[in-house]
């Protein structure tokens, strides 16, 4: 796989302007803190074709300085850290975070959901290769995420194709990892494994996606009433020009252990 120098030097952080409505005025009820406490969010994107995702996480350290940690996985390439001191200010509800070098961030606390929002666009790369990804990015409390499916599920599914006189059981295994780190599809016909890695996308609104393997696309339909994930991919039995594949249903199988060391076979 090509290796990428893929360098955070150029990243820029803006604020959205956006006019707020005026609330009506309340009696203060007690004192909302953040001190002490991490949030952690997430932004995917692509960067020159290739999957990219951020993690953020904001340590509020006291009542108005905190530290911001940016880890960034470019196609399965975790790319250089980058942390820094803030600045803050926050009135129980909305607040403004100012990263050392950065732009002001305001945010929007929500103590019933228990999460922050804050917009973050971030401009990546230099020169021609430069790329503005963000958009609205929402913070839950360390330890407390939720990954956007299909992050960390996994998914088996089987075929009984002819082979000469008998039928030859197929068993087929999809992963999916983080969005930026990828993930893998497997299958045991008869005798011979192997596997390939991929890299995903995934419209949560249309329930749909595509799986890049070798750089070509293979779509992808999820439901939601039976937690059927439909793929169409075709390969052949490693080592051989068997055929294998087609429409394949996949069902939901137990979520990977995340201590799990990822290993990928490459086949045909």
Not at 182 to 189: E, K, L, P, S
Not at 227 to 256: A, M, N, W
Request: charged share 15%; net charge negative; proline share 7%.
């Amino acid at each position: 796989m090509k290796r990428f120098a893929f360098i955070l030097a150029a990243l820029l952080l803006f604020a959205a302007c956006t006019e707020k409505e005026p609330q009506p005025q309340s009696q203060p009820t007690a004192a909302i803190s953040l001190a002490g406490t991490s949030w952690v969010g997430g932004l995917d994107g692509d960067f020159q074709g290739y999957p990219l995702t951020f993690t953020w996480r904001f340590d509020f350290l006291t009542d108005s300085t905190g530290e911001y940690h940016l880890d960034c996985v470019l196609a399965a390439h975790p790319q250089p850290s980058q942390e820094g001191p803030f600045r803050y200010t926050f009135d129980g509800s909305d607040g403004i975070v100012t990263p050392d070098g950065h732009n002001p961030l305001p945010f929007v606390y929500d103590s019933a959901q228990q999460t922050i929002s804050m917009e973050i666009i971030m401009q990546v790369g230099s020169g021609s290769t430069s790329t503005t990804l963000g958009g609205t990015t929402v913070f839950r409390p360390l330890g407390q995420e939720i990954p956007a499916f299909p992050v960390n599920t996994s998914w088996t599914a089987e075929q009984q194709l002819p082979s000469g006189d008998t039928l030859m059981p197929v068993h087929w295994g999809l992963d999916f990892w983080e969005y930026g780190w990828g993930g893998q599809v497997n299958y045991c016909a008869g005798s011979t494994c192997a596997g390939v890695s991929l890299f995903w996308r995934y419209d949560s609104a249309a329930h749909s996606g595509t799986i890049a393997i070798n750089g070509t696309q293979h779509p992808f339909i999820y439901d939601p009433a039976t937690d059927i994930l439909t793929l169409e991919y075709t390969t052949e039995v490693y080592g051989t020009t068997v055929p294998i594949g087609g429409t394949l249903q996949f069902h939901r199988s137990k979520e990977p252990d995340s201590n799990t060391t990822r290993k990928v076979v490459v086949m045909k």
